[in-house]
């Protein structure tokens, strides 16, 4: 097989990454953009030791799943991998995802739930980072082109687009940045000559009204009062920030915010719990699926007989207070400082300053003695998309709280720690949530019991 070489395939499953998968010459290659079941002429574009990679030419037999991607720039866009995919099918292909993921990591048989669908599959997001770019000398905002740095951008100075997957008033707000960057003469980074200053828009929606943070290279937003005019004459309600980043990096926030209008802190509220966190801070995208998980997980903790929770990388403490009202006693385990301090300020605005015990430090080394130290606990877990550090595992398997609840963003790197907690633990449950509709992310939320005897 030759990169270059066309072929005729049938698409034969779905892969982790919401492209179709064909076998040819037994050897896999993987399509974006089709689906199983379809027959479809492509072009290899890259071949590897074990596999291949082709883009697809023609479609000559369709699968009654697809759909017509109702954004203009779809295949071009590398926000979007399923938006060509009915919204059943999302929902079976991630549920299979996280399946054949466990199966092929675990000994044990594990039934996987229905994928929960979102309540909203466009306008969803509360959140958009958005590198800035330049499209025939205008300020342009848009996202990278899959496995590129390069921005395909879905809106334009002076021009009509946006992003379906994103809260609606955040077009305007959009536009508007645009606009100001234009107008003011602002110049916008370039990433290869390390020069310029506007590098992203981030953008967050936190009750009804926003957190506009302008990413630069330098030190200083020229001009920002006349941003702030802009958006106040459009009636937005916000605050603006700037962050710093004059670092040669893929990653976008600096380490500091600076807040030069508005509030330093985003206040908001989830299922009752009331909260005053930084623009940095950690919050899911999707504000109706966050809310269905963090319910289960309170519904899992008031049946379970048992007082003790322990939140395990409880960042700011959200999901902390929302535990104290099924528990005694919550134990919330976090390294950043930082977060431990605004965790405090959490638990006394909800009233829970006596039933949260935040404690600073590293969950592998806190773990244990805690868990030592109550006759029974629930352990709820979180972690990043690299899943649980192998020390905290570990700590865990050591210690032998009663229940674990695993919330996982990746399904490969929750196989693998499912695996190794399944020596020990009998997973009793296991389900997907739509976290992420329209594109190949899903959230899965695990409850796990120790084994008898």
């Known amino acids: 097989m030759l990169k270059g070489e066309k072929y005729e395939a049938d698409i034969v499953s779905s892969g982790m990454n ?3 998968v064909a076998r040819i010459d037994n050897r896999v290659v993987f399509v974006p953009s089709v689906l199983e079941g379809e027959r479809v002429l492509i072009e290899i574009t890259d071949v590897k030791k074990s596999f291949a990679v082709a883009k697809v030419i023609k479609i000559l037999t369709a699968s009654p799943d697809r759909v017509k991607p109702p954004c203009k720039i779809c295949y071009k866009c590398g926000g979007c991998e399923m938006l060509h995919i009915s919204y059943l099918a999302q929902l079976k292909i991630k549920r ?24 909203d599959i466009i306008g969803y997001r509360n959140k958009i980072q958005l590198p800035i770019t330049v499209v025939n000398g205008k300020p342009a905002a848009g996202f990278f082109a899959p496995n590129t740095h390069n921005v395909v951008p879905f809106i334009i100075e002076g021009e009509d687009g946006e992003c379906l997957l994103n809260e609606k008033g955040m077009r305007g707000l959009i ?26 828009l981030v953008i967050r929606k936190v009750g009804e009204s926003y957190a506009v943070c302008v ?28 962050s710093v980043n ?14 030069l209008f508005g509030k330093e802190k985003l206040e908001g509220e ?13 919050m899911q995208v999707n504000d109706k699926v966050r809310d269905m ?30 535990f104290a009202r099924f528990a005694k006693k919550v134990y919330a385990i976090e390294i950043v400082p930082e977060a431990i301090e605004d965790a405090k300020v959490l638990a006394a605005l909800n009233g829970n300053s006596q039933k949260i015990v935040n404690i600073c430090g590293d969950c592998a080394k806190e ?3 805690l868990i030592n130290s109550l006759d029974k606990s629930i352990v709820v877990i979180d972690p990043p998309r690299k899943g649980c550090d192998e020390a905290v595992l570990k700590a865990m398997l050591d210690a032998r709280p009663t229940q674990i609840i695993y919330i996982s963003c990746n399904p490969a790197t929750l196989a693998r720690d499912l695996r190794i907690l399944s020596e020990t633990y009998t997973i009793q449950s296991v389900t997907p949530y739509d976290m992420f509709p329209n594109t190949r992310h899903v959230e899965t939320l695990v409850s796990l019991c120790l084994n008898k005897g």
């Open 246 to 259: 004059e670092k040669r990096t893929n990653v976008i926030m600096g380490d500091n915010i600076i807040a």
């Open 96 to 119: 299979a995802n996280v399946k054949n993921c466990i199966d092929k990591e675990c000994k044990c048989d594990v039934y996987v739930d229905e994928t929960v669908a979102s309540p």
């Open 175 to 200: 536009s508007t940045f645009l606009s100001f960057v234009g107008k003011f003469k602002v110049s916008v980074y370039d990433e290869k000559a390390h020069k310029g200053l506007v590098r992203h």
């Open 270 to 282: 989830t299922l009752g719990v009331k909260y005053s966190v930084s623009p940095l801070s950690f």
């Open 367 to 369: 773990l244990p003695p």
């Open 18 to 20: 919401g492209e179709g």
């Open 293 to 322: 998980i963090y319910s289960r997980v309170g519904d899992i903790i008031a049946n379970s007989g048992i007082d003790n929770v322990i939140d395990a990388y409880s960042g700011i403490g959200i999901m902390s207070n929302l």
């Open 215 to 242: 990413v630069i290279n330098g030190k200083s937003l020229p001009s920002y009062k006349q941003l702030v005019k802009l958006l106040e004459d459009k009636g937005y309600a916000f605050s603006l920030y700037i």
